[in-house]
């Protein structure tokens, strides 16, 4: 088999964000662009990482959005050529992002490509992403990402060899040339996987009683593990899961698991014959959703922040978790309602910038065990992303063990720990240009600050937020400014690094609650004159356009 070698020229902007190189499909369909950057992945790991891909093992799959099916093919081809000995592929070449995770670790495999925009839009006009995760079954660390960015800038060819399409719909063995080539179900390997770590029994039981779950799956690729998962191993009711056939465009719908883009599972969630719990999950199934029985204009969403709070106090109730929790981890927007529980468990918590590679480090030194962001994303100690079925299971597990329903315990929670009321305001698709004067404009004034007023809030503190890994002592600075005020709530502003588009501004409102009788209150009502002053300090309206967010979660 001639191994070919195709001349490129540099694709400017192939820098990864927070998880992967995310652009629109029709940039990745442009001639040579997945090449390049594929091509730069293998060419960039001697270096960062001490060792190539030749005769390594690598774990290949995606979400299956638009493009997937053809992009799984070009990087067969690149990895025969790149000299790869052994590549596992997910059946039709589908994985979602925790079960490429699970399959990279419990297989030891070298590292893994992974084809998923996540939770952005997919279809002819939606967004593609290409992401390597390492050994650890982990995101590729910054030095990794930094070296691959590097080699984009000059990379002059890429290699491939002459071969047709691979039929990928069957498991079992096959070759390309010297590359030995495995094709595997998953979701199997990742539901065996969640036997081990909850307690199906009385998962069963939870089921068989008659409670009712409603998950939604928005299309995507979680579909096939909720049915397997829910309705196969422990017994619900088919059409627990719903939405669950992946489609390449996620039938037209954004596949974000919030209030604005899972309005019908918060409807089904307030209706009068509602189920019990509700769940979602998104493109590539590493965030969740978790909704309880409730009625309001907020719906019944359990906040990711209260969530993860949550599942650390109630760890010791699953089996994953029965000796207790080393250590947690939040990133630095996420609400600190999670310090509080872990202050009462006297263990560890860290807070580190977004991104999931940030946790990665924590997990493999041992001092975490459970970590999470406010954007949906929870996962511990199995799996190095963040994961979205897992999380919904974990919750499924509570309630089986208290014998309570969610909003029980979430109320239960707040007399206990306090409320730390939390929102996002997202700014999508701003001008790159206004953006960035916006974030500059409040790092220019970050020492003069403190002591002044906003609105009714009185600043003591603002900072840029630089993180130093406890591990090994690398530095990430610039990764959002922070302010906060004498009453001890909290504003954040920072720059999304998952969008395709312009940029993301993202504004993180805190306030806590100690007082029981006030905990009730919508978030947004509580939070109404924070949201004034975060918009006033930061001058959003007058440098951006914008009078209100785009989204708000």
């Not at 390309?176 to 969640?194: K, N, R, S, T």
């Not at 590679?357 to 190095?384: M, P």
Request: hydrophobic share 45%.
């Amino acid at each position: 088999m001639d191994i070919l070698s195709v001349p490129v020229t540099p694709f400017a902007g192939q820098r990864p964000g927070t998880s992967g190189l995310r652009k629109k499909v029709a940039v990745f369909r442009e001639p040579g662009y997945l090449e390049a950057f594929a091509q730069s992945i293998f060419d960039a790991l001697p270096e960062a990482v001490g060792s190539g891909v030749a005769g390594k093992t690598l774990v290949l799959g995606g979400d299956g959005r638009f493009f997937n099916d053809q992009a799984i093919q070009t990087i067969i081809r690149m990895a025969a050529a790149n000299g790869v000995g052994r590549l596992i592929v997910g059946r039709d070449g589908l994985l979602s992002t925790p079960a490429a995770s699970v399959v990279i670790r419990d297989r030891d495999a070298f590292g893994g490509v992974i084809l998923s925009a996540s939770h952005n839009p997919g279809g002819p006009d939606g967004d593609f992403g290409i992401k390597y995760n390492a050994a650890n079954g982990g995101p590729a660390p910054e030095r990794v990402t930094e070296a691959i960015y590097r080699r984009t800038e000059t990379i002059g060819a890429y290699r491939t060899v002459e071969a047709g399409d691979l039929p990928l719909g069957r498991v079992g063995l096959t070759r390309l040339g010297a590359m030995e080539i495995a094709i595997i179900d998953p979701v199997a390997e990742y539901a065996a996987l969640m036997e081990r770590l909850f307690d199906f029994d009385r998962l069963r039981d939870l089921f068989r009683g008659g409670f009712r779950l409603r998950f939604d799956a928005m299309n995507a690729i979680t579909g096939p593990y909720a049915r397997e998962i829910f309705e196969r191993r422990l017994g619900a009711p088919a059409g627990t899961a719903v939405k669950a056939d992946p489609l390449p465009d996620f039938g037209g719908l954004h596949p974000d698991p919030n209030p604005t883009h899972a309005a019908d599972l918060i409807a089904a969630l307030a209706a009068p014959d509602a189920p019990d719990f509700g769940a979602a999950s998104d493109g590539d199934g590493d965030r969740n959703m978790v909704v309880c029985r409730a009625k309001g204009t907020e719906g019944g969403m359990i906040g990711p922040s209260d969530s993860l709070a949550i599942l650390a106090a109630n760890a010791r109730l699953i089996p994953q978790f029965e000796k207790g929790l080393p250590g947690v981890a939040r990133s630095m927007p996420t609400s600190r309602a999670v310090d509080r529980v872990a202050a009462k468990l006297g263990i560890e918590c860290f807070e580190t910038p977004t991104g999931w590679k940030f946790f990665g480090n924590l997990l493999d030194a041992g001092r975490i065990a459970l970590c999470g962001e406010e954007s949906a994303g929870t996962g511990a100690n199995h799996v190095r992303e963040k994961d979205g079925v897992w999380a919904v299971l974990f919750w499924l597990n509570i309630l089986a063990v208290r014998g309570e329903p969610a909003a029980a315990v979430v109320a239960d929670h707040w007399i206990r720990y306090g409320r730390d009321f939390y929102v996002r305001h997202d700014y999508e698709e701003l001008e790159s240009e206004l953006a960035n004067r916006l974030i500059a404009g409040l790092r220019d004034r970050l020492s003069s600050l403190p002591g002044t007023r906003v609105g009714e809030f009185e600043i003591s503190e603002a900072d840029d937020f630089a993180y130093v890994d406890p591990v090994d002592g690398s530095t990430s600075a610039h990764q959002g400014v922070r302010v906060g005020f004498t009453n001890g709530a909290r504003i954040v502003y920072r720059l999304s690094g998952t969008g395709t588009e312009g940029a993301t501004l993202r504004v993180y409102l805190e306030r806590f609650e100690a007082d029981a009788a006030q905990q009730g209150l919508a978030a947004s009502v509580a939070l109404a004159p924070l949201a004034a002053a975060g918009a006033a300090l930061a001058d959003i309206e007058n440098i951006t356009g914008r009078k209100q967010p785009s989204v708000v979660v």
